[in-house]
């Protein structure tokens, strides 16, 4: 299927009118067609491509919340049928109106709310559980704000994700800066600089200081760019075998002091808030986890997920299921006194409340170790720098001294 945009003559009462509309049909024959079938005589039909950098300047989050917002203002007075279709004629910006095209003629084809908004390709597959839950269960109005909810907060945890990894990167390309620096810049200056001292013992300490610098610098330099390259080469495996929770990146990610604990918690935090919005938005349990699934990549949130839906499916009582690590025991015995999904939504809400408390400490002590780590890091830099320094200071007053014995 093409977004196409078509010029075409419709004759009325002996005039000829000219008129433009928008198609999303998948080639130009077929637009071609469905002119000829309602009786308009085609003149230009060209392809609308959508911009190069749609996922960025148009798709983003914060117009999945205007949407889902707009959608419940109009959806308080009309169907939501209609109320998503006043929103795709009311639009303005050109962008937006070709992406609305696929949505527009889903809606006027006689589709569902839930499939013209699919195909929107806007929403991730939790809300559009909701939404479509929703809508067969005919509470589609009631969900709108679950949705809306869930978009938010995935928002701010992603804000939260990209600030912490920008100020990390901003002080490690400092840090290597600076030790490159020293090590290709000031250190090789002071070496062809030399000593203006006339003294062998002058002459052979500032020689012996140099080699002290360049080795520890380099030293240095190859242990922190180390850190930096063998962090990112991790974290890279890590992220494309996401999926496999036994991928040893997997393993030893669970095993990480503090790092660990607050994947886990964060990730426990989410998935749990995740499943009591789609619990209360009407989606069955077994399509539940199987959203969470796909959107959980921590390994140990990932594997209780997994085998939960896997007992679940086995014949297991939920509560019975569910009831196992990584949740401690406080939050084994609230599951484990569920007696209706609605009790179960409400657990998995005070789980989530608690989880975002616990990450909040390892986040407190992550971020004391981190800068910690900096500081140390950094500490050395600067020492290094400050013993180049001496030595250049050094060398000076050597020369000095030659220069009055002289």
Do not use: C
Request: aromatic share 8%.
């Amino acid at each position: 299927m093409k977004l196409f945009h078509a010029k075409y003559a419709q004759m009325r009462h002996g005039t000829v009118n000219v008129m433009e509309e928008d198609f999303y049909l998948p080639d130009q024959h077929s637009v071609r067609r469905q002119l000829r079938n309602n009786g308009f005589f085609p003149i230009n039909i060209r392809e609308q491509k959508p911009p190069l950098f749609e996922w960025a300047d148009v798709r983003s989050r914060a117009w999945q919340v205007q949407l889902l917002r707009a959608l419940r203002f109009q959806g308080a007075t009309a169907s939501a049928g209609t109320a998503l279709l006043n929103i795709i004629e009311g639009e303005s910006d050109p962008k937006r109106r070709i992406a609305f095209l696929p949505t527009r003629t889903v809606l006027k084809g006689g589709g569902s709310f839930s499939e013209a908004l699919r195909a929107l390709r806007l929403l991730d597959a939790a809300t559009m559980a909701i939404i479509t839950a929703g809508e067969r269960a005919g509470d589609l109005k009631g969900v709108i704000q679950h949705a809306i909810e869930h978009t938010e907060e995935k928002g701010k945890q992603t804000k939260i994700i990209i600030t912490a990894l920008s100020w990390l990167s901003f002080d490690i390309v400092n840090i290597i800066g600076t030790v490159w620096g020293a090590q290709f810049g000031f250190i090789p200056y002071l070496k062809s600089q030399g000593t203006k001292a006339t003294d062998p013992q002058a002459i052979e300490k500032f020689n012996h200081a140099i080699t002290i610098a360049t080795w520890v610098n380099m030293t240095l330099l190859v242990v922190i760019s180390a850190i930096a390259f063998g962090g990112a080469s991790f974290a890279a495996m890590y992220w494309f075998n996401r999926q496999n929770p036994y991928h040893f990146t997997s393993k030893w990610m669970m095993k990480m002091p503090i790092m660990s604990a607050y994947l886990r918690n964060i990730s426990m935090k989410e998935s749990s808030k995740l499943v009591q919005r789609l619990l209360n938005g009407k989606v069955p349990l077994a399509d539940a986890l199987d959203i969470i699934i796909e959107s959980v990549y921590e390994p140990a949130s990932r594997l209780y997920w997994t085998e939960s839906k896997a007992r679940i499916m086995a014949g297991m009582d939920p509560s019975r299921a569910l009831s196992r690590w990584p949740l401690v025991k406080g939050e084994r015995d609230q599951i484990m006194t569920i007696q209706s999904v609605d009790q179960l939504a409400e657990v998995y809400q005070a789980i989530a409340d608690e989880r975002g408390l616990m990450a909040k400490s390892d986040q407190r002590r992550l971020a004391l170790l981190g800068m910690m780590t900096m500081m140390g890091l950094a500490g050395a830099t600067i020492l290094v720098m400050i013993y180049l320094l001496m030595v250049q200071n050094d060398s000076f007053l050597d020369s000095l001294k030659g220069l009055r014995g002289g």
